[in-house]
Each structure stands twice: as C-alpha cells, then as structure tokens.
C-alpha cells in the first residue's frame, strides 16, 4: 500500500484502525426556535471549552503550530457562519442540521478555490463542524490521551484536535486516506517528528485494529501484516537509520567546509519562528528563505506592522551577528491566495498578479512590511530579498519604497540597520540573463530553482503531465545558474540558492562546482548535506561539474554524479 510520506522515519508495530461513526442528524426541528438556539449556544460553550484545555495541553509539544487550535476555537466564534446557522434554526431546522449546514457551506466554498493549502483548511472547518454536532447531539469524542499500548492509528484523517490530544508516548506513527504535504496532520506530524503516510485512500478498509504493519514514511510505502523476514530486513534498516541519524548529530556544530578548506554556508528556509527553533536544532548557519506570507495565511485581515516586527525579531534574536536572516518580502499569488485581499481570478496565476508586482501595485501593505523588516534590522542580521523581480525597473522601484520607509522611520527617530543588504530572487530567467546588470545594483541573489525551472521548461511543476519536464539537471537550467554565480562573483556579490535542488544530494556536487556560496534548505536536510560537504574537494566538485556541463541530458548529467560520488566513497572506505 502506498501513501504520501510526509514526516521521516520507519515504524514497525501493531494497528489501531478508528472508523468514521455514521451519525443521524435529524433535520427538522420540534421544538421552537429560542431552544434550539440555546442549545446551540451551551455546545458552542462547551466545545471552545475543551479545546481551549486541548491546546493548553499540548503547547509545550506544539509550541506555534497551536496556532492551529487558536483558528479552530475563532470557528466557535465567528459571527458570520453563526448567523447562518442561526437563520437556518429559525427556518425551522434543528441546531445539528443548522450548523452542519452552515459549516458545509464555508468548506465547499474553501475547496473551490485553486490552492492546496487553502483546500486542505476545508478539513479542519469540518472538524470543529464534527465535534459541535457530536456535542449537540451527546455523543462521546474518541479519547486518543490514554492509549494504553505503542500503536500506529490508521484513520480517514487525523484532525489537528486528535493530534494536539493524542498520548505521543504511546504513537507509533500513523497513517490516514486523505490528507496532503500541506494538510494539519502533516504539519502537525512534523513538529511532532511522529511519523506519518496520508493520502492512502484505503488503508481504513484494508486494515484492520491488531494488524502488524510495516511503514517506511521515508519511501511513502506500508506493509501490511509482514512476514518475518521483512520484519528482520525493516529492523535492520531502522537501525542502521537511527545511527546515521546519530552520527549526523555529530555533525551539528561544525562548520560547512569542504575536505580541502573552502568554506560555504548551510541555511534553512523557514516559514515561522518556530521553523527557526528547528533550524538551530539542526546546525542551521543562519536563514536563507523566511517565507513571509505564512504570517498573513490563516487570518482574515492583514498582519499589523507589530505583529510581523515581532515575529521578524523574533527569529532576527535567535541567530548571532555572523548568522544572517534573510527576509523574502511577500510573495503571494501563483499557488498561494489570501482571500480579504480579493484578488482577481487568473487563466495563470504563475505568470501572472503575484509578489513583487502586486506589492508594487499595493504599497500599503508593502510599506507596512519594510517597515517591520527595517525595524527588526536593528535586532540581528537581518537582509532584505524581493521576490519575482522580472525588470530592472522593477527592482529600482521596489527600492523607490523602500528608501521611502527609511526616511519614515529616520523622521520618526526608529532605529534600523542602514548598511541591511537588499538582493532579488532569480526566479525568472530573463533576470539570469541579464545577472551581470543586476549584479551592479544589489548586494545578492538567491536563486529560487523551483519557479526558475519551471519557467525555464515552461513545465508547471504541479502538473503531473508534464512533470518529466521539471529537471533540475537539465543543461539549460546548469547554465542559466552557472552564469547567475559568474557574473555575481565579477561584481563582488555572493550568491545563493533557496529551492529545493538545494538540499539536493546529487545537486550539492555540481553546485559547489560552479562556487555557490550559499545553500538553503528545509532543516532535515542541513546534516546530510554538510556531511556530503565535508567529504568533497573543491576540486573533485569543478571536475564533476565540468563533465556533467559537457552533457546534453539531464538523466545522464544525474547518473554521472551518481557514479562520481559512488567512487569517491569507495575510494575514501578503502
């Protein structure tokens, strides 16, 4: 059976499969109106209630990601979908087909909408949607706090109330049928560092309470009740796992040089201060990609100047003065929507209203941003990156903004760093083009490889049609961020790459080969590459990056440097 892996590890225990209870509504309501709307009213009380003692409970285990418990107590309050619900019970119906109601009406109308994250929010609506209707109607919660056995839950989807509630001594891991990269109980999964498979389909039906399974949430692939040899092959591999994950601790504290001396630089790319506490945990040398817009997802207004200054300084405080944060200024649109900002519907929203053109178009809400960079300046050091810079003009204007800020905040006596570095992303291959103008004009680049790709193939990386045509390897691709690299050194400028070929390790090679300076990456994958790191010469790194570069093909640029590596290894064991 096959799923979406979406937090590492490999689990080998005994099933505990939670089936969906079908549950009658009764739609038409006997009693008059003023009762049902009280007894609505007391289980709007009592649900807030519980998960107020949920989230209370599991804040030291989830530290920000409660946040997501905070969004689920606002359901209880929000007037908008309890006026609904209200007018649905003066119209006659009872209180549990009220709200259901009411609540199936937001989450379709999230589902509709074309993004993922979005999408996946329909789920958690729906959860809270449950426990008000379970309340209403006297039925118990599944109690998941007092397992009383180390278990793996096998359930339809695992919803944030489960997760923060669950007794995590006793999980093993856990699987469910619906559920994506984005969806709650991967985020959640992750922060926990419990492993998990969603999006299954079927292993509630497959799968039955006291089956042995076998899951490597690595590969996003389950076992189901194991013979003994592949219980004997799957220890073994967790074990070798788990010393490899030890011996990569040792290497948390050391810097990322290569085997002959030369020295570059491993960052995280993180959405929150809380990613940031990872980021630390896992040898991070500073952050290379705070994604920004995460602090005005979820929400139904935009963030105030103090909240995003205190979350910049919050992560600005965590890293020393040699650690920089660098700062990617708000990049909605593409795959990522905020709906209080009514943005227009696009055939092509990749190409289309987003990031730095829309801040441009909206400099209010840009303002209010610099300024809470600029502030946060003061605190750490902290640069300044703009995204989807596509022209020259763009960028002078951009900085237009952002000088007029500073002469704000000089006025107004607010300190912030006047020497912050401000660089672009390189996202978008006319810029590659072009590095050698740009270079004169920022302090660096950070090339963003998962939009540069798929501009550069004109393949949409979600696309599945097309996804042979997303190559990180391809030579067109090499070039393009070999000439970003030459042309920024000529000026002086350092270079840097937060996509996800970053972390990639048959990329670091050819990368290190064309002198990238910086690498920034998801946090579990920091270790492995500075370990990787410190195995090569920079001299091994140009001779495998001048034959991959003399290819004309990505598979066998990426067998190449298989191949490479594989002698390097042999010959350093030997």
């Known amino acids: 059976m096959r799923g979406i892996g979406v937090s590492p590890g490999i689990v080998i225990g005994k099933a505990l499969v939670l089936k969906e209870e079908s549950v009658f509504i009764q739609q038409q309501s006997e009693k008059v109106a003023a009762e049902e709307i009280q ?11 519980k998960l107020e003692e949920i989230k209370e409970r599991a804040v030291d285990e989830l530290g920000d990601k409660v946040k997501i418990l905070d969004a689920q107590i606002l359901v209880t309050l929000d007037e908008e979908l309890l006026g609904v619900a209200r007018q649905n019970i003066e119209n006659g119906m009872t209180a549990e087909a009220a709200i259901q109601a009411g609540i199936e009406f937001y ?19 729906r959860d809270v949607g ?82 042995v399974l076998i899951f490597d949430a690595d590969e996003g692939e389950i076992i189901l009740r194991p013979t003994s040899s592949q219980i004997s092959q799957y220890k073994k591999r967790r074990t070798m796992q788990l010393k490899e994950k030890q011996r990569l601790q040792s290497l948390k504290t050391l ?29 991070a040398e500073g952050v290379g990609l705070y994604r920004t817009e995460f602090i005005y997802m979820g929400r139904n207004e935009v963030p105030s100047e103090e909240e995003q200054f205190a979350a910049y300084q919050a992560v600005a405080l965590m890293f020393t003065s040699d650690r920089p944060v660098v700062i990617r200024t708000l990049d909605i649109g593409g795959d990522k929507e905020l709906p209080y900002l009514n943005m227009p519907k696009e055939m092509n929203p990749f190409l289309g209203y987003r990031a730095i053109r829309l801040c441009l178009d909206r400099t209010e809400i840009f303002k209010t941003q610099l300024r809470a960079i ?31 800020v500073k002469q704000d905040l000089r006025r107004e006596n ?105 690498f920034s990456m998801s946090a579990s994958s920091i270790l492995p590459a500075r370990s990787l790191i ?34 390097i290894d042999n010959r350093r064991l030997t």
Request: hydrophobic residues 45%.
């Open 374 to 404: 600029l502030r946060a300046s003061a605190c750490g050091n902290i640069k300044l990156m703009y995204p989807m810079i596509a022209t020259l003009q763009e960028l002078r204007a951009a900085n237009q903004v952002l000088e007029a």
């Open 107 to 125: 989450a379709n109308m999230l589902e509709e909408l074309d993004n993922d994250y979005i999408r996946e929010r329909a789920a958690d609506l």
């Open 534 to 567: 410190r195995q090569l010469t920079q001299q091994e790194a140009r001779r495998i990056t001048q034959s991959a570069l003399a290819l004309d093909d990505a598979q066998e640029i990426k067998n190449l440097v298989e191949q490479e590596m594989a002698i």
């Open 255 to 283: 810097p990322s040089i290569l085997a002959d001396g030369h020295r570059v630089e491993l960052s995280a790319n993180i959405g929150n201060p809380e990613d940031a506490k990872g980021a630390i945990a896992n040898g």
């Open 414 to 518: 607010v300190p912030y760093n006047e020497k912050m570095e401000v660089g672009i992303m390189v996202e978008i291959p006319a810029v590659a083009v072009l590095a050698d103008q740009f270079a004169k004009e920022v302090d660096f680049f950070s090339i963003g490889t998962n939009d540069l790709i798929q501009y550069t193939m004109a393949a949409d990386r979600m696309n599945e049609k097309v996804a042979y045509l997303y190559q990180p390897f391809n030579p067109a691709v090499l070039r393009l961020i070999q000439g970003v690299i030459k042309a920024a050194h000529q000026e002086g400028k350092w270079v840097g790459m937060c996509g996800e070929m970053a972390g990639d390790l048959t990329a670091i090679p050819i990368l290190l080969g064309l002198e990238l300076d910086e």
């Open 130 to 211: 449950g426990r008000i209707v379970r309340n209403l109607l006297g039925i118990d919660e599944r109690d998941l706090a007092n397992l009383a056995e180390d278990i793996i839950i096998v359930v339809k989807d695992l919803t944030p109330s489960d997760t923060a509630s669950m007794n995590k001594a006793h999980v093993l891991g856990f699987i469910t049928d619906i559920g994506g990269r984005t969806s709650h109980s991967a985020i959640m999964a992750r922060s926990l560092e419990i492993p998990a498979i969603v999006g299954t389909k079927n292993g509630t039906s497959q799968i039955q309470t006291g089956d």
């Open 39 to 49: 007894h609505l009213n007391r289980s709007l009380v009592s649900v807030r209630a």
